[in-house]
């Protein structure tokens, strides 16, 4: 039986499974840009700005590629992505109930839960989709922002294509390199960035495989929660606590064990003792927008959203790990560092510049890998 924080981690996987669409089809974009750059790149010419004449003519066969491979994308990664946010609202649903039953020993507790249960699974699954949860919308969202990428990518490509040719045409003039030499050392440069041109709403550029992980991990992990606390609405628990995960970040750390209400008010609450019967006060931190607006659950937050009992649910201790989040954020840089070297080895021109870049590439992993090893780390993906 699967642990909120272990379907929030699946759910992100299966955000990563479609970044990983993306990543794919920007090395072939890169492939297929460079091959039009090498085309006669040795070849002298009478005329300097013949090689740069007759690249530019090829404009329109490049953009049709780029247009192909992103039609192709395009039909299996909309699919792949409206498939990973009902799939991970889905997985969510019920299951914290379920753990909740499980943890109550008293009998008479416990059947009165079972019973809540069994009702709110029976209307769960009359309805499938509870209206107004927002899955279908997030579902859409994240639909909508792989169009905006598809557009952009095809923009990024023409402009990236023409950025190369006119640079090694005007570094080639001085006379200093080769056009080989020149056109390599911008393709280095422009392609370490990756395809980009894609904006959040705070105005960050980001590159085609960061901004599609970005979005979908939004948009899956907060299915998950969604679909953890459409269970408990339904079986009428309104209270949840936050998880504790061994590497919380700033914004985060703070809500760790606190308890949240999902339609009440923060402060002092009755509550019943659900081993006694006993009247209770919870103290209640905010309610779960409140807390999500002050950042918990932020993209790639591992923290969940389990049911809250009173009198029986106790906060989890902070496991205890050589390891910090520091460690894992050095991790994903190192991570990142591979993949950029992965750009600039898909984009090489000449046997040196895949050698150095393939070389990177082994190197990072190498480093990350050496990290997650002695931090007893999980390698993310």
Known sequence: MATPEEEIAAALEQAREVARMYADAEKVLLQRIAARIADDVDQADDDPSAWQAKRLAELGQLRREAERIIARLERAAKAAAQKSVLDAWAAGMHQRVIDAVLDVHNAKVRKRL????????????????????????????????????????????DDLYRQVIAETAGRVLTGAQTRRQAAQEVL???????????????????????????????????????????????AGIDLVIVSTTPYSCDRCDPWEGKILTQNGTAGERPETN??????????????VAQARLDGLLHPQCRHSLSAYLPGLTRPAPKPDVAADYGDTQEVRRLQRQARQWGRRAAAAIDPNSERKANAKIREYRARARELVKTKGLRMPR
Not at 121 to 140: H, Y
Not at 188 to 201: E, H, K, N, P
């Open 114 to 157: 079972e019973r809540t249960l069994r009702d709110a699974r029976q209307l769960g699954s009359g309805q499938l989709i509870n209206p107004g949860q927002g899955v279908n919308e997030l579902a859409r969202q994240a639909v909508e922002k792989l169009d905006a990428v598809h557009v952009g990518a095809l923009r990024a490509v």
């Open 274 to 287: 659900v081993l006694t019967n006993e009247p209770i006060t919870v103290q209640v931190a905010a309610t």
């Open 188 to 234: 280095d440069r422009l392609v370490a960035r990756g395809i980009t041109g894609f904006t959040d709403s705070s105005g960050r550029i980001w590159d085609l495989e960061s901004y599609v992980a970005m979005a979908m991990r939004t948009a899956t992990a907060r299915a998950a929660v969604d679909g953890h606390l459409a269970s408990l609405r339904d």
